[in-house]
């Protein structure tokens, strides 16, 4: 990142203890003279602003380009679930394929999408946009494209679905209310994987909130390849769509976990 970045430190309240030296990722911080922390010339060039010098003082002795380190929240340990329950909480988890017909609030939306501005991403680079359906009938009009592109393309495989479409049967977006979409810059450094990375956290905070999520595949090779239904979507100039999931209330409950296979592991 070619860009102006300012440290500024509060010599009352740092103690000194390097951690930020430490800590930095890029090893753009370094002791003065009087071992209060500093910048180092390259920190212009390659600080990519991911704040782990802030968050690792616990004098709230630094200011990154001007945010106040008393503004951001505080950590709180009570936040750390239990391990055991954690697993649970993951396996228990299930690719939602029947919905409510209800749309969600659209706070309900927000809050969930929220919570994924907090996935990691490569250098931290912050590329993940989001489109969201808030009419049921729009995400529908989306499959429906969806099935367009299918018949255009030759040997598709899923010829069920095409056949359960004209039946009245939505095995492309299984009836969801909404559709959620990852998209970013074709020119980010790693879109794919940032992208997917952050509708999995979507798909976690869903569950957590009693909603229902299921990866949308079939729609995300449609929304990169067929014009019809990038030109529906409207996406910035540039822009890719990555992963994408539908979301709703769930219309079922699951009651046991099913059996994966066994952990596959090489220890090097």
């Given at each position: 990142?070619?860009?102006?970045v300012?440290?500024d430190v509060?010599?009352?309240r740092?103690?000194r203890?390097?951690?930020?030296?430490r800590?930095?990722?890029?090893?753009?911080i370094?002791?003065?003279?009087d071992?209060?922390?500093?910048?180092?010339?390259?920190?212009?060039?390659?600080?990519?602003?991911?704040?782990?010098?802030?968050?690792?003082?616990?004098?709230?002795?630094?200011?990154?380009?001007g945010?106040?380190?008393?503004?951001?929240?505080?950590?709180?340990?009570?936040?750390?679930?239990?391990?055991?329950?954690?697993?649970?909480?993951?396996a228990?988890?299930?690719?939602?394929?029947?919905?409510?017909?209800?749309?969600?609030?659209?706070?309900?939306?927000?809050?969930?999408?929220?919570?994924?501005r907090?996935?990691?991403?490569?250098?931290?680079?912050q590329?993940?946009?989001?489109?969201?359906?808030?009419?049921?009938?729009?995400?529908?009009?989306?499959?429906?494209?969806?099935?367009?592109?299918?018949?255009?393309?030759?040997?598709?495989?899923?010829?069920?679905?095409?056949?359960?479409?004209?039946?009245g049967?939505d095995?492309?977006?299984?009836?969801?209310?909404?559709?959620?979409?990852?998209?970013?810059?074709?020119?980010?450094?790693?879109?794919?994987?940032?992208?997917?990375?952050?509708?999995?956290?979507?798909?976690?905070?869903?569950?957590?909130?009693?909603?229902g999520?299921?990866?949308?595949?079939?729609?995300?090779?449609?929304?990169?390849?067929?014009?019809?239904l990038?030109?529906?979507l409207?996406?910035?100039?540039?822009?890719?769509?990555?992963?994408?999931?539908?979301?709703?209330r769930?219309?079922?409950?699951?009651?046991?976990?099913?059996e994966?296979?066994?952990?596959?592991?090489?220890?090097?």
């Open positions: 990142m070619n860009h102006q300012t440290l509060d010599h009352e740092c103690a203890d390097g951690l930020c030296v800590e930095c990722p890029l090893g753009l370094e002791l003065d003279e071992d209060f922390p500093r910048l180092r010339k390259a920190a212009e060039r390659l600080c990519i602003g991911c704040g782990h010098c802030v968050a690792i003082c616990p004098k709230a002795a630094l200011c990154l380009n945010r106040d380190p008393e503004t951001l929240t505080l950590v709180d340990r009570s936040w750390k679930p239990d391990p055991d329950k954690l697993r649970g909480f993951l228990a988890r299930r690719s939602i394929r029947s919905y409510k017909p209800e749309p969600l609030e659209r706070g309900e939306i927000k809050r969930l999408l929220d919570a994924a907090f996935a990691p991403t490569a250098v931290n680079a590329p993940v946009h989001w489109a969201v359906t808030l009419d049921p009938a729009r995400t529908r009009e989306l499959a429906g494209l969806t099935v367009d592109w299918m018949k255009s393309v030759p040997d598709m495989p899923y010829k069920g679905w095409l056949a359960a479409w004209d039946r049967e095995k492309i977006l299984h009836g969801a209310p909404h559709l959620v979409l990852a998209h970013s810059p074709e020119t980010a450094r790693w879109p794919q994987v940032d992208c997917a990375t952050a509708v999995a956290w979507v798909e976690i905070m869903a569950w957590a909130m009693g909603l999520t299921c990866w949308a595949g079939i729609f995300t090779r449609a929304a990169q390849q067929w014009e019809p990038q030109k529906a409207a996406l910035p100039a540039g822009h890719v769509t990555q992963a994408a999931v539908m979301l709703g769930p219309a079922v409950r699951y009651a046991r976990i099913p994966r296979l066994p952990l596959r592991v090489q220890w090097l």
